[in-house]
């Protein structure tokens, strides 16, 4: 019943009262006030009610693709439809951020895309493709039509109205250069300062942040320090020594420097050469330093021991096991890995009691050397003394040719069981267990000379690009790629030639595929 009415009822029914019948004329007025005013508000409140759709929304939406991935193709690459490609909505792009494989080819690609199924028309426009040329391919969802991806493509979409069309640019990316590749740019080979004549000895290392190199050349001993090796801040410093040393001997620790004189005497500086300390031991061969801990092998009548300086308590030197270089193996590198609590350290390849050669790598957990490698048959090192190890990475795809990164150890240069210089590069990516002889990229160029007796380093550098295109489509929301990453590079020092020379160079190499930007 309408509002008014109720209340017109009820004061009628109050009317018939004698004492409210003056009163009536006014009870009318404002119950008629306030059914009304009542009305009104209850009208406001009510929803309008609305049959009609804004089909010009839901139109420009269809033309939104979801998303585009390629057909398998096995003669082209397996797995083509694991490849991620990224949809960049507000640009309009689509792309796969990581690039296939060097040498794939793209030039008749199949694909598959979502949009919505009421659009009018899906087209690929091919510009400049080397095959197709100038060529429009309708798409449809059971199309076998190839698209040419070595051209400009663009995807047009039209809704089924005609009133609105979205277009992207598609890119399959191809890598121009092998990821898993080492460059040695012959433009950023340097040399020691300050060498006056020929360099007749060198050897590098590091201590804290810094690099330090002992040098020989005519003006006789010196210190070379450089903090960063991307600098030119070289600083020199003349030492006076007061014994002849090894300088392959020169080794760091944490806190000191150590050098070997010509008869087996320790001697230590914790200022940077200005003074020298007899340690009081003579040993046949400084192995390396292990934090604030000098590993040594000294010889005791016929037996060949470990030892260490400073001792710590309860240290009695052991004898070597059989198959432990007592002489010229690499420099003692440190690793980390998943294996051990404790920091690991490695060495390869040196010249046993017997003056034989061995292929052997050990590895040293701070209190104890173990051996890592098979002692025969495949996968294993050759013979030979004098070589550089490092840790570093090589590249490889995953089955949606992502890039991947894989922890490395190489093993370069050295002299083997024949005399000959060693000039393949060897890899092992299970911390030394097996080794094989690394992938042609990693190999060193022609142009490099052949070395033993060589210090290699890795350091991070901070690499950058700017004007990152932002990635959307692997994940809902919007990423944006970083547009600065550590790169790590090696820094490759000294050595001796195949002539017995000593090389006064300093390479930078660095694996391609840690200087591309990563997708997120």
């Not at 690991?344 to 010249?351: E, L, N, R």
């Amino acid at each position: 019943m309408p509002i008014l009415n109720v209340f017109v009822v009820t004061l009628q029914v109050v009317f018939k009262h004698s004492t409210m019948k003056r009163y009536f004329l006014i009870y009318l007025v404002m119950a008629a006030m306030v059914a009304m005013n009542l009305q009104s508000c209850n009208k406001k409140d009510e929803p309008e009610s609305s049959t009609s759709t804004d089909y010009t929304v839901y139109s420009s939406a269809s033309t939104m693709v979801s998303s585009f991935s390629l057909k398998d193709n096995s003669k082209i690459l397996a797995n083509l439809s694991n490849v991620k490609f990224a949809i960049d909505q507000e640009r309009g792009l689509i792309y796969n951020a990581d690039s296939l494989p060097k040498g794939t080819r793209v030039n008749a690609l199949c694909v598959d895309l979502t949009c919505a199924s009421t659009v009018s028309s899906r087209q690929f426009i091919v510009k400049n493709g080397s095959v197709q040329g100038d060529t429009t391919i309708t798409f449809t969802s059971s199309s076998r039509d190839s698209i040419d991806f070595t051209g400009d493509v663009t995807l047009r979409i039209i809704s089924r109205d005609g009133n609105h069309t979205r277009d992207y640019k598609v890119s399959v990316n191809v890598h121009k250069l092998n990821p898993d590749t080492i460059t040695w740019p012959e433009s950023q080979r340097r040399e020691l300062p300050d060498v006056n004549g020929t360099l007749t000895a060198s050897k590098t290392v590091a201590l804290d942040d810094s690099f330090v190199s002992l040098v020989h050349d005519a003006d006789g001993y010196a210190l070379l320090a450089i903090d960063t090796l991307m600098n030119e801040g070289w600083e020199k410093k003349t030492l006076a020594l007061p014994f002849t040393p090894q300088v392959k001997s020169f080794t760091a620790t944490s806190d000191a420097i150590y050098l070997l004189d010509t008869n087996g005497e320790l001697f230590k500086s914790t200022n940077l050469g200005t003074d020298w300390t007899d340690c009081g031991v003579a040993w046949q061969t400084i192995v390396g330093g292990y934090d604030n801990k000098l590993l040594g092998v000294m010889r005791d009548g016929e037996q060949f021991k470990h030892d260490e300086y400073p001792r710590s308590q309860g240290f009695v030197p052991s004898q070597v096991p059989q198959g432990f270089p007592v002489t010229a193996m690499s420099q003692l590198v440190m690793a980390s890995n998943e294996w051990t609590s404790q920091q690991q350290a490695m060495i390869a390849g040196g010249v046993l009691s017997s003056g034989a050669l061995t292929n052997n790598v050990w590895g040293y957990d701070g209190k104890r050397w173990g051996l890592l490698n098979q002692s025969g048959g495949a996968n294993v090192l050759p013979k030979l003394h004098d070589a550089v190890l490092l840790k570093y990475y090589t590249c490889t795809f995953d089955d949606s040719y992502s890039l991947v990164k894989r922890h490395t150890w190489m093993v370069m240069g050295g002299v083997l069981e024949n005399g000959s210089y060693n000039t393949v590069t060897y890899t092992s990516v299970d911390q030394g267990l097996h080794w094989n002889t690394g992938s042609t990229g990693v190999q060193k160029p022609d142009y490099m000379p052949s070395f033993l007796g060589a210090q290699a380093f890795t350091v991070v550098r901070r690499t950058s690009r700017s004007n990152a295109p932002r990635l959307l489509g692997y994940n809902p929301g919007q990423i944006t790629p970083l547009t600065e990453w550590d790169s790590p590079y090696v820094y490759l020092f000294g050595g001796y030639g195949d002539s017995g020379n000593a090389l006064n160079n300093v390479w930078e190499g660095v694996l391609t595929g840690v200087t591309y930007r990563p997708v997120y």
